[in-house]
């Protein structure tokens, strides 16, 4: 397993998580990764199509985020194919439903669409895993903003033998159990990574008035400013950032 992390991705050791994930996914594991922004969740459903030979189904949201893993993928010389409104070659539908690519990228609208033939004849190429890239999406948009996320579970039936893989940087334990529900997993494995960052430091202030918060702000602005330092303020409203903006 080392061999294939050095040979298409350049590191010698895995990350924390990485390595039990992957084990748990060639076992054929239903699996949750919930790991930090650049802590390396993708690694966990693109090595073991590496490892097993079989093509591994990504449902990604953004088709933009769907290109630059492709491209980043197709650069380390990783055979990936996509589904998406930008895609031009013709060759792509065939190879995919032949098992030609490690890895196939598409978004669940295309996911929905596509014929229970081309997942039979994919699924006699061989499936490693299908991961649901984040995956807090099926929470957050499934109910009513993009549907088909909350239908992704109807291809539990067509790859009844298959790992489902859900991966994300942000979830509750209520979004968490709504992922597992949503997706049908069978007994997933969790893996929870560390959020700790050594160079963020965390601090809460609470504030009974606006005018108290509005003082604040500016205070800690003021102090960043003279650093030469940059400031983003987070805000719950386009009304609330307007007047933070002034």
């Known amino acids: 397993m080392e061999a294939i992390l050095k040979k298409y991705f350049g590191y010698s050791i895995f990350r924390s998580c990485q390595k039990e994930v992957i084990e748990k996914i060639l076992d054929k594991k239903d ?55 930008t895609q031009t070659d013709p060759t792509v539908y065939s190879n995919a439903e032949r098992g030609r690519f490690d890895l196939l990228y598409m978004t669940p609208e295309k996911a929905c669409l596509l014929p229970p033939r081309f997942w039979s004849n994919l699924l006699d190429s061989g499936v490693s895993l299908l991961a649901v890239d984040e995956a807090h999406c099926i929470s957050e948009w499934g109910h009513d903003f993009r549907k088909e996320y909350k239908q992704l579970h109807c291809l539990r039936d067509v790859l009844f033998d298959v790992p489902f893989v859900a991966v994300t940087a942000t979830a509750t334990e209520k979004v968490r159990m709504d992922i597992i529900q949503s997706l049908k997993m069978k007994d997933p494995y969790v893996s929870v990574g560390s959020f700790d960052r050594k160079n963020l430091f965390y601090g809460v202030k609470c504030f009974g008035k606006s005018q108290a918060l509005e003082e604040e702000l500016v205070k800690e602005i003021s102090t960043f400013a003279v650093c030469g330092s940059s400031t983003i303020i987070y805000c719950t409203t386009v009304e609330d950032a307007k007047q933070v903006s002034f």
């Open 31 to 85: 699996s949750l990764v919930i790991m930090a922004t650049g802590s390396g969740k993708s690694l966990c459903y693109q090595m073991p199509p590496l490892i097993s030979r079989k093509t591994a189904v990504v449902i990604s949201p953004l088709i933009a985020l769907m290109q630059d893993q492709v491209m980043s993928l197709k650069q380390r010389g990783i055979s990936v194919g996509y589904f998406g409104s």
